[in-house]
């Protein structure tokens, strides 16, 4: 079945560079999505892109590339409050139905 | 606030119970999701809504019915459940199936089978 690969967790200084990679099956792609979660809360939506490039919004980027089958999430300018789980979800053939990730947790340290 | 709320927050349900979870959402959007959401494992699409019309069942079992009597509200009801299927139940809705993409979630119920 479909699937998507990005780290289970990656770990980062405040104030630095961040980068979280994501990999999936082309099978029918359409778009990838960003989603960040707090411990405890619900997943909000960062970005979308469906055509290759980067796709900034404040400190986030989301970058594609649909010949590598790959994209990316950089946050730059790191904030404590940034610590979180951030998944990436592919739109198959159409766009309702997201297949997620595992998510990578971020940890931030000082 | 994501404009999307749930009931109850919390549940423990023996497996003879049954129990109803509920969603309602106050974005105007036309399409509503149902998620299961394990630890460390990628969120599981349940079902998908889209103008009151159920357009997606991915082989959830029988045990979870959902229903959605309008475009503002999603229920998840559960019967006969499973130590297993105990996890973090996530509802979300879209603007329509077509911006599927952009998904607005509500804070979830935490379900506990025992």
């Known amino acids: 079945g479909q699937s998507l690969e990005q780290p289970s967790e990656v770990t980062a200084v405040e104030g630095a560079i961040v980068q979280i990679n994501c990999t999936y099956q082309?099978?029918?792609?359409?778009?990838l999505s960003w989603y960040q979660q707090h411990d405890g809360g619900a997943p909000t939506f960062l970005s979308y892109n469906a055509l290759d490039g980067l796709e900034e919004t404040g400190r986030f980027s989301s970058f594609l590339s649909r010949s590598d089958s790959y994209g990316y999430l950089l946050l730059q300018e790191l904030q404590m409050k940034d610590s979180a789980s951030y998944f990436c979800a592919e739109s198959m053939d159409s766009n309702y139905q997201l297949i997620w990730g595992a998510g990578t947790k971020l940890i931030i340290k000082p | 606030e994501t404009g999307v709320t749930q009931t109850p927050r919390h549940l423990v349900m023996g497996m003879t119970n049954k129990k109803s979870l509920k969603c309602e959402q106050h974005?105007?959007?036309?399409?509503m999701y149902w998620y299961k959401q394990s630890a460390k494992k990628p969120l599981e699409l349940m079902f998908v809504?889209?103008?009151?019309?159920?357009?997606e069942n991915n082989s959830v079992p029988s045990r979870f019915s959902p229903e959605c009597p309008n475009s503002s509200h999603l229920f998840l009801h559960l019967h006969t459940l499973q130590p297993e299927d105990s996890a973090l139940y996530l509802c979300?809705?879209?603007?329509?199936?077509?911006?599927?993409?952009?998904?607005?979630f509500g804070p979830g119920t935490r379900l506990t089978v025992t």
């Open positions: 082309t099978s029918g792609f359409y778009g």
């Open positions: 979300a809705s879209s603007q329509d199936r077509d911006r599927g993409y952009e998904q607005y």
């Open positions: 974005l105007g959007h036309n399409a």
């Open positions: 809504y889209s103008l009151e019309e159920r357009v």
